[in-house]
């Protein structure tokens, strides 16, 4: 039968995988970057860590669907909950497909909720990076096959590494490699028209092993090193090549495919640890708010409304507010979540927040000046280089309905070494006082490669465009 598959590689760092598969380590990769067509992918601005992989199935941008980090402030109040994939209304490309009665398998695609499918199946973290909501596997009968596999050998890397150690982690992600493999091999032999796969098993090691991975890194474990056969990163990645010749010699000539290397890997050198207590200082230093007010408002006035707010409109599926945190809603901007590679700065805007101090127009547009000015004026203390390179304008890159969900400022650090502490004349000197749990971490860069598929004739393609290309395939196919 005539297909469609998409093979997602989540966070494969596509510069190492080129690297490797021109000394011959990766043959199935340097296979394909010799022979498909591809384009350099454009991942969503600021936001591609958690907003990614919902651009993707959603088919739009973070402005749109809303989510891009497992943390996010509440709108209308200044606390920030947890937020799953299930508190996110858009919907999946899939739908569309399934609704128009073809048959399809959607394997462990990061970041959706489970939606029944009636001609398909649709899986959701059985062995995902960062699961946040338990295995949902739609056909019972595919359930009690995967289950004679036995379970994904880990649910969350952070908790593997805490409880286990990272060696321990390596070998979970190699024995996942080769149960995804065995499972994707199943759907390949069954009769579906559209697969779609993620592998996370690179997202992982790039997070937990890069120090292993990089001998220059301040981490750089030798005893670690010693004790393994090999760079860890290029094990996981040899085992991943190994499942993608399984798929290329299990699927006839005539299957049209494309394969995502979604975002890039690099050290987890950044300053978001410190953002916070940097924005409070520079929003000190210029607008100083009243004593009585900073009481006030700090312990009185955050939480209320807050599970009122999540139970309306915004979030529907929201059914308690989780882990609730405040923010510091007298300032004039403060520091929001915004997983680690960039930093996300939200003006206290008046019209938009509970007690805005910023007015809209000139006072904003000052007030950014000042943040972006502040911002680019921090140096590494040791080395006097500096900490940011750019700070983005969120309404530069990101327009839609929920664009009130997003930050206003993105602060692109200086990836290129660690943060020990930043100083500036207006915040003086902040110290870093812990390291981060995860060594690697997320770079911009991602690419996708195809085969009996047509890309745009541009220079690059929004990762929200790509499900286009994978739709018009299946429904030309019909
Ligand atoms: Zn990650
Ligand atoms: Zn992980």
Not at 121 to 136: A, F
Not at 271 to 292: S, W
Not at 423 to 432: A, F, K, L, R, Y
Request: aromatic share 8%; proline share 7%; charged share 20%.
């Amino acid at each position: 039968m005539t297909r469609t598959v998409f093979l997602g590689f989540d966070s494969m760092d596509v510069q190492l995988t080129r690297e490797w598969a021109a000394k011959g380590d990766l043959p199935h990769f340097a296979r394909v970057f010799e022979t498909w067509a591809s384009l350099p992918t454009l991942n969503p601005e600021g936001l591609l860590v958690g907003g990614l992989w919902p651009a993707f199935w959603s088919e739009a941008g973070p402005a749109h669907h809303g989510s891009y980090c497992w943390r996010q402030l509440v709108p209308g109040t200044y606390t920030t909950a947890e937020m799953s994939p299930a508190d996110f209304d858009s919907e999946p490309f899939w739908l569309r497909l399934d609704q128009a009665g073809i048959r399809c398998a959607i394997f462990d695609v990061p970041l959706v909720r489970p939606i029944p499918l009636r001609n398909g199946v649709h899986i959701v973290d059985w062995g995902s990076h960062d699961s946040q909501l338990d295995t949902s596997i739609s056909d019972a009968a595919l359930a009690s096959r995967l289950h004679t596999l036995g379970s994904y050998p880990q649910k969350r890397c952070d908790i593997t590494i805490h409880d286990s150690g990272r060696e321990h982690l390596l070998t979970a992600l190699r024995t996942g490699v080769g149960m995804r493999s065995e499972a994707l091999s199943w759907l390949l032999a069954s009769e579906y028209d559209f697969v779609a796969a993620v592998f996370s098993e690179t997202h992982c090691v790039g997070h937990q092993l890069f120090h292993v991975h990089k001998p220059s890194h301040p981490r750089y474990d030798p005893g670690l090193a010693a004790r393994l056969p090999d760079d860890p990163m290029l094990t996981v990645y040899r085992d991943i090549d190994a499942a993608l010749g399984r798929v290329l010699s299990e699927v006839p000539d005539d299957t049209a495919l494309m394969l995502l290397f979604s975002h890039g890997f690099g050290a987890h050198y950044d300053g978001n640890p410190l953002l916070a207590e940097i924005m409070e200082r520079i929003a000190r230093a210029r607008r100083p708010a009243g004593a009585l007010t900073t009481l006030r408002e700090r312990f009185l006035v955050p939480l209320r409304g807050v599970r009122r707010r999540l139970r309306r409109a915004l979030f529907p599926r929201q059914r308690h507010a989780r882990n609730l945190r405040n923010v510091d809603g007298t300032a004039a901007w403060f520091a929001i979540p915004n997983n680690d590679l960039y930093g996300a700065v939200r003006l206290n805007l008046r019209g938009r927040e509970p007690w805005g101090r910023v007015m809209p127009g000139a006072d904003q547009e000052l007030a950014i000046q000042t943040i972006v000015e502040e911002l680019l004026s921090l140096r590494h203390e040791s080395t006097g280089s500096p900490a940011v390179l750019r700070v983005l304008r969120t309404d530069d890159y990101h327009q839609g309905p929920n664009r009130h969900l997003l930050p206003d400022l993105f602060v692109e650090w200086n990836w290129s070494e660690p943060f020990v502490a930043l100083t500036s004349p207006t915040i003086g000197v902040i110290c870093s006082t812990s390291e981060p749990l995860r060594t690697g971490d997320h770079r911009p860069h991602g690419e996708v490669f195809v085969r009996n598929l047509v890309l745009p004739a541009n220079e690059q393609i929004p990762v929200e465009s790509l499900a286009d290309v994978l739709v018009s395939d299946v429904l030309a196919r019909r």
